[in-house]
Each structure stands twice: as C-alpha cells, then as structure tokens.
C-alpha cells in the first residue's frame, strides 16, 4: 500500500511519500481501500509538534476517510464485503487499512465517498455544540467565528435546518460570498468592520445567544460584550492560542448577566458510544437526503499532500481540502 507518513515533526518536508507493506484484517477488523481522505487542521498541527495529543513516530496521519470494504474479519457482523464505509478515529493518509469494526460507519451507495469522508469531524463537531453542548431553539442568534471554514460551513446548514439566526465572521470577500450564498443571515468582515459593534447593531444591543469561537487568543475576552443574558460561548479552537482572558473576572463583571463558557473536543462525545451512533445516523440521513452538503474546496492526489498541508496553513480553503489516493 501506498502512505503519507512522518518520522518526525517539522515543516511540510516532514511528509513521505512511502510504499508500505499491506495490512492484514484481524478477527475484529474491516480491511477498506481507501477512496477518499479528509485533511483537518489538526493533522497540521500533529505535523508541525503543536497538537496536544501526538502519535508514536513514524505516524501515518488523518483521522477520517471513506473507502469501500475488501474483507471482513470472522467476528464482524455489521458491515459486509462491498459495503461503502466512512473510516473514523483510525489513522488514514493512506490506500488500504485494516480497521477495528467499531471505527467504520455504513453509508449509502446516493452519497459519494468525497462527502462521507468530508462528514465526521466538522459535521459532529457543529452538531453537539448546536444541540448537546448548547440546546439551540429556532430563532435564537449564532455567532459562528471562521464561518467560510469546515466548521463553520457545517455550522451554517444545521444551523438552517434549526431554524436560528446566524453571524458570520470572515476576512476575505469571496469568502463572504460563499456564506451568504449558503443561506446565513449576516456576514462581518472583521478586518474591515468592528465585529463587537457590528454584533450589537444587528442583534439590537442584545447580543448573540450563542458564539462558536475556534480562534481563542487575546480577543477572547471580547465575546462577552457581544453576548445575550444567559448567553453561552463554546471555545474549540486554537487559531490563535489558549485564551488569555481570566474566565472567572469576565463572568463576575457583569454576573446578572449569567453567561455560560464551555470547552468542547469532539473527543468528548467518542467517549459516549450511544450518543456518537445516534448524531452520526442523523447526519448520515441529512446527508443522504441532500438537508447538508460538505463544501469541498479542493481534490489533492495524495502524494501532493504537502500541497494540501499549504492551503490549510494560508487559511485559503472555504470547507474541506480532500486527498484521493
């Protein structure tokens, strides 16, 4: 089989291009040829050293893919030789694996590999901020930060089918024009616009119910002068560094005001079997029904994939950068 590996961590020369010999399925294993790989912010930051949960070196990289199944161990019961299969939670920069059974989703024969590959992590990750984390009702208002990006994207349509209210934030126009086109309902660019006034202009002065904040950093202090009462915001990203506003003297500022601040992994919801089965089969059907679409940005042969490393580092992708072996 053929793999993107890396021996070490480093700049984008880290990733080789490898042959590699063929993987044999296990008892409890789905041996699947790999047809199409989603490339994820993480898995740069696995490459340059800076993620907080690193693999053994060498590592083949990416966690989520989507291929059919060539064989099926003895114990394997779920799936069937020829079955198409989103492949979650198992290392996947690659053309053939051998997978534990439990880490393959069935899907159907009407959605093609690109989405299902595209489907896992942002999708669930959008899905249990908007209605496990927070419990959002129609017509509640979403700030979504990074709005033109994979999250974010995913965020807009189950946001759609909710019937909220959304903000988006991006900095470049075509990126705005992308969102808007999507359906949300305002978009700021925050490079041209103040975002905390502008929020607070659209909403009336009562401020966003929900904010989706992937950046963090510095500004972190600033979603709470563009939050409702009993408004919440979830942080579940990094773009610019753990926050390093004091959580506790931002709350007690204004404690009439009862705001709520979670951390969400997606992690978290792996480690609930029931709760993961049942958002996976209602985003499968979503997407089965075309209710959700990913955004795929561009299609990298995977020997390129210090190229698609790139376009996510420049922030250029609007939705997901795919590897197709």
């Given amino acids: 089989m053929k793999a993107i590996r890396i021996h070490q961590t480093g700049g984008l020369e880290a990733l080789t291009y490898e042959e590699l010999t063929d993987p044999t399925c296990g008892a409890n294993e789905v041996l699947v040829e790999i047809k199409s790989i989603s490339v994820n912010f993480s898995d740069v ?18 966690s989520e893919s989507a291929g059919s199944v060539i064989e099926i161990g003895s114990e394997v019961k779920h799936v069937k030789v020829g079955d198409r299969v989103i492949v979650f939670g198992h290392p996947s920069y690659c053309t053939l694996a051998a ?69 988006g934030l991006t900095s470049q126009n075509d990126k705005a024009d992308l969102i808007k086109e999507m359906g949300i309902d305002h978009v700021i660019n925050y490079k041209q616009e103040h975002v905390v006034t ?3 202009e659209i909403t009336e002065g009562r401020g966003a119910d929900l904010i989706l904040d992937c950046v963090a950093g510095e500004g972190f202090g600033n979603n709470f002068k563009m939050l409702n009462t009993l408004g919440q915001v979830i942080w579940f990203g990094i773009a610019d560094g753990n926050p390093s506003t004091n959580l506790l003297k931002a709350i007690a500022s204004d404690p009439s005001q009862s705001y709520g601040v979670s951390m ?27 209710k959700i679409d990913p955004i795929i940005y561009k299609k990298v042969p995977l020997e390129l994939t210090a190229d698609a490393h790139q376009i996510l580092e420049n922030h250029e992708n609007t939705g997901k950068v795919i590897l197709n072996p």
């Fill in 45 to 62: 930051l696995i490459r340059r050293g800076e993620y907080p949960y690193m693999p053994q070196f060498p590592a083949i990289l990416g």
């Fill in 198 to 200: 502008r929020v607070n």
């Fill in 264 to 290: 969400f992994h997606l992690f978290s919801i792996m480690k609930n079997p029931a709760l993961s089965a049942d958002s996976f089969a209602t985003l499968i059907q979503y997407l089965a029904e075309r």
């Fill in 99 to 167: 997978v534990p059974a439990n880490k393959v989703i069935p899907f159907p024969d009407n959605v093609d590999y690109d989405a299902a590959a595209a489907l896992p992590i942002i999708y669930l990750t959008a899905y249990h901020m908007l209605h496990t984390v927070r419990r959002v009702t129609p017509g509640e208002t979403v700030l979504i930060y990074s709005a033109a990006g994979g999250v974010g994207t995913a965020a807009i349509q189950l946001g759609k089918i909710a019937g909220i209210k959304m903000i």
